[in-house]
C-alpha cells in the first residue's frame, strides 16, 4: 500500500549550512508522527519542505504516491498537505470567521458571471463555506469568538484558529509546527485532546513538539533530527531509551 | 443598526456637503478680463435639496426593507425561494454600497434640476466622477491586495492613448474603445505585472512608476501620437448629445453608470472568495499560499483588474475633452489618486469614492470661493477681507496643504477617513 506521504532522503542546504540531509520517512493514514530534536536541528525546515515553502535540494516527496517535489504551497495544500506555523501566521485584520473562510478558497467555483450577478448557486455556496467554517470553528471550541479579530484572540486560542484554518482546506495529512508552544498545563492537555481528535477524524498528522509529555503520550512514531540528520526512528518507547537521542539533548558527558 | 448604517450616512453626508456648493454656484468665464465670475442661484440649491431628499427616501427604504427582513421576515414571505432568500440577506448591504454613486448620478440628472446644472459644474462633477472610478480601481491593487502602484495614471493614459491612436484611422468611437481599452489595458497590466509580481517586495511600484514615465516619454516623442500637443480626436468618436441631453449631460451620465459599474465589480468582487483572498495576501502572503490561495495568480487579477478600469476610465476622459496628451500619466496624477485612496481608507471601495470626491472637489471650491464671496453683496459685507484672501492663498497652497493633511493622517489615522467596514458588515452577515 503506498504511504500517505513519505521523503526519499530529502535534503536542504542554505549555503553552507546542511539543514537537512537525506530524510526518510513514511506516514500511513490516520497515524500521529513527531518530529524532535533540539534546536536548529532542522525540523521547521523540514516542514518548510513538505509544504512548498522552500524548494529541497534533493530527494523527493511523495503524498500518495504523487510526486509534490518543489511544488507551490498553494497545490501541495490542494493536494491534501496542509499546516500550521510555529510563528502563527493569521490574517489579523480579519475576523475568526473570515480567517476559516480564506481556506476554503479551492473548494470554491469562480465562475465570474454567478459570482457577479449571485447566482443561486453561488449563494448557496456561500452559505454553505459559512456553515463549514462554523463547524470547523465549533471543532476547535472557537464558535463564540467567530466575530471577533483574530489578533485579539489570547495567544492559546490564536493556535486553535490556525488549526481550524488548516483543517478548513480539508486536507489528508496535517502538519502542525509546536502548536502547545508557550501554553499553561491545562491548555497542553486541552490541545492534546484537541490533536487526537483531528486523527479520529481521519487524518493524519505530523507534529513538531518541544514538550516530551505531549510528543511521548500522543505519537505512534518518532523521528529525531539532530543537526538535520535523521539519528533515530520508531515508538516512542524505542526512541526515549535510544542513546544517540539522549547524547543530542543531553550532551556527551552525562550520557556517559 | 446605526452603527452599520453610519460609514453610509457619513459618506452620504460628507458628499452632499462637498457637491452643493457646485450646484447653487454658477462660474461664468470672462475671458476679456481673465476671471472667473461666480453667481450664487438658491433657487437651484431648493431644486438639490428636492433631489436629495428622494435619494434619502430611497435610503431609507431599503433601510427599512433590510430591518423588516431581518427582524420581520418581510423578505422570506415576499420570495421563498429567490436568490435573495438564499443570499442570507446580503444584498441589501451591496445595495446600500451603490447609494452614493447612484446620488452621484440622479442629483444633476433629476429632471427639476438639470435645467439648472451649468456645463461647467458638471464637467467637475465629470472629473470628479473620473478621479473616483481611478480611486476605486487603484484600490483593488493597493488597499484589497496590499501592492503598491506608483504609476496608476500610466494605464489611465494608456487607455486614452490607445482610444485616440486607433480613432485616427478608422470608425472608433468612444462605445467600442470603452470594452476594448478594458480587455487591452487589462491585458497590459498582466504583462508588467507578470514579471514583478512574482517576486515579493515593492518591485510593482517601480515597474509601475518606470511604466508610466516610459509611456508619456514615448508619446512625446512619437509624431504619429501628437508628441507633447497631444491628439485633438474627430468628433465622431467622442461624445455627442443626443436624446435631449447636451454634450456635457451625455458626458456625465456615461461617467456616473462607469463609476456604478465599477463599484458594482468591485463590490461583488470584495465579498466573494476573490476578495477574501486578496486580503488574505495582503495580511500574510505566506499564510495565503499555505491554505491554498494561488498568490501569484489573485495578485495578477488585482493588478489587471485596476489596469483595466484605469484604461476605460482614459477613454472616458479622451471623449470628454476630446483631447489627449502626455500629460495625463504625469506623476503627480498618480500620486493625486493614491492620495485619495490612502486619505478615504485602503481597502474600502467607499472610502475611495470619498476620498477622491474629497481630494477632487475641495481645491476646486476653494478656487471659486474668493470671488463668490465677492460677487455677493451680503456675504461681502459679512466676510472680512483678509479670510477672503485666504481661501485664495489655501488653494494656491494646496499642495502643500495636501502633503500636510496627508502626514497628519498617517500619525493619527492610518486607516483612512472611513477605514475599512468589512469587517463590521462580514461580521454582521452571519
Known amino acids: 500500500m503506498t504511504p500517505l506521504l513519505e521523503t526519499r532522503s530529502l535534503s536542504k542546504t542554505f549555503g553552507g549550512l546542511k539543514a537537512v540531509q537525506n530524510v526518510d520517512l513514511r506516514i500511513e493514514a490516520n497515524r500521529i508522527v513527531s518530529v524532535i530534536g533540539p534546536n536548529g536541528a532542522g525540523k521547521t525546515t523540514f516542514f518548510n519542505c513538505l509544504s512548498g515553502i522552500y524548494r529541497p535540494d534533493g530527494g523527493s516527496i511523495l503524498l500518495e504516491g504523487r510526486d509534490i517535489t518543489g511544488r507551490p504551497p498553494h497545490q501541495v495544500c490542494q493536494l491534501g498537505l496542509s499546516r500550521t506555523f510555529q510563528n502563527i501566521r493569521l490574517f489579523p485584520e480579519m475576523t475568526v470567521l473570515e480567517n476559516v473562510l480564506v481556506a476554503q478558497f479551492q473548494h470554491r467555483s469562480l465562475s465570474p458571471l454567478p459570482l457577479l450577478l449571485h447566482s443561486p448557486h453561488f449563494c448557496a455556496q456561500e452559505k454553505q463555506s459559512r456553515d463549514d467554517a462554523l463547524g470547523f470553528l465549533d471543532f476547535v471550541g472557537l464558535a463564540q469568538y467567530a466575530d471577533t479579530l483574530s489578533s485579539s484572540l489570547a495567544y492559546g486560542l490564536q493556535r486553535r484558529l490556525e488549526i481550524a484554518r488548516a483543517l478548513a482546506t480539508r486536507p489528508r495529512l496535517l502538519l502542525l509546527d509546536e502548536p502547545a508552544a508557550g501554553m499553561n498545563p491545562q491548555e497542553t492537555i486541552d490541545m492534546v485532546r484537541l490533536i487526537s481528535s483531528i486523527r479520529d477524524r481521519g487524518l493524519a498528522i505530523l507534529l513538531i513538539e518541544h514538550d516530551m509529555k505531549v510528543v511521548m503520550t500522543i505519537s505512534d512514531d518518532i523521528l529525531v533530527l539532530d543537526h538535520g540528520v535523521p539519528i533515530a526512528h520508531g515508538a516512542p518507547d524505542h526512541v526515549r531509551k535510544d542513546p544517540q537521542v539522549i547524547k543530542a539533548y543531553l550532551g556527551e558527558e552525562i550520557s556517559n | ?430
Open chain 2, 1 to 430: 443598526m446605526l452603527t452599520r448604517w453610519r460609514p453610509y450616512l457619513l459618506g452620504l453626508l460628507g458628499l452632499a456637503t462637498i457637491t452643493f456648493p457646485f450646484l447653487w454656484l454658477q462660474l461664468a468665464p470672462d475671458f476679456a478680463k481673465n476671471t472667473v465670475g461666480v453667481t450664487w442661484t438658491p433657487s437651484h440649491a431648493l431644486n438639490f435639496f428636492g433631489d436629495l431628499s428622494t435619494v434619502f427616501v430611497v435610503a431609507l427604504l431599503i433601510w427599512l426593507g433590510n430591518l423588516g427582513n431581518r427582524h420581520f421576515g418581510w423578505g422570506r414571505a415576499l420570495a421563498r425561494n429567490s436568490v435573495w432568500q438564499k443570499a442570507d440577506h446580503l444584498w441589501t448591504d451591496y445595495w446600500a454600497w451603490l447609494i452614493v454613486p447612484l446620488l452621484f448620478l440622479i442629483i444633476p440628472l433629476n429632471f427639476r434640476s438639470i435645467g439648472f446644472v451649468s456645463t461647467s459644474t458638471l464637467g467637475l462633477l465629470t472629473f470628479a466622477g473620473l478621479y473616483m472610478i481611478l480611486a476605486v480601481g487603484l484600490n483593488i491593487t493597493v488597499g484589497m491586495t496590499g501592492l503598491l502602484v506608483l504609476g496608476y495614471a500610466g494605464f489611465y493614459a494608456f487607455g486614452a492613448y490607445l482610444f485616440a491612436l486607433t480613432q485616427q484611422y478608422i470608425y472608433f468611437p468612444w462605445w467600442m474603445a470603452a470594452p476594448l481599452a478594458f480587455i487591452f489595458g487589462g491585458g497590459a497590466g498582466y504583462l508588467l505585472g507578470l514579471p514583478c509580481l512574482r517576486l515579493r517586495g515593492d518591485y510593482l511600484a517601480i515597474v509601475t512608476l518606470g511604466f508610466a514615465e516610459a509611456f508619456r516619454e514615448l508619446m512625446r516623442n512619437l509624431d504619429f501620437a501628437g508628441g507633447d500637443k497631444g491628439i485633438v480626436l474627430k468628433d465622431n468618436s467622442i461624445f455627442q448629445g443626443c436624446a435631449g441631453l447636451t454634450n456635457s449631460q451625455v458626458c456625465f451620465a456615461v461617467t456616473a453608470f462607469a463609476l456604478v459599474a465599477t463599484v458594482f465589480l468591485v463590490q461583488r468582487l470584495f465579498y466573494s472568495p476573490v476578495g477574501r483572498a486578496w486580503i488574505a495576501i495582503r495580511e500574510n502572503e505566506v499564510a495565503a499560499a499555505a491554505v491554498g490561495v494561488p498568490v501569484v495568480q489573485m495578485k495578477l487579477l488585482a493588478f489587471s483588474l485596476s489596469a483595466a478600469i484605469a484604461a476605460v476610465a482614459g477613454v472616458i476622459y479622451g471623449a470628454k475633452d476630446g483631447f489627449v496628451s502626455p500629460a495625463m500619466c504625469e506623476f503627480q496624477q498618480s500620486i493625486m489618486v493614491l492620495a485619495m485612496v490612502i486619505l478615504g481608507g485602503l481597502g474600502n471601495s467607499y472610502g475611495a469614492l470619498f476620498g477622491a470626491g474629497l481630494l477632487y472637489l475641495v481645491p476646486e471650491y476653494l478656487k471659486v470661493l474668493p470671488s463668490a464671496i465677492q460677487n455677493n453683496d451680503a456675504l461681502a459685507a459679512i466676510v472680512p477681507s483678509f479670510i477672503r484672501d485666504s481661501f485664495q492663498h489655501l488653494s494656491d497652497y494646496r499642495w502643500l496643504l495636501f502633503g500636510a493633511v496627508m502626514v497628519i493622517m498617517m500619525l493619527y489615522r492610518p486607516q483612512g477617513l472611513l477605514g475599512s467596514s468589512r469587517r463590521k458588515t462580514e461580521m454582521l452577515h452571519r
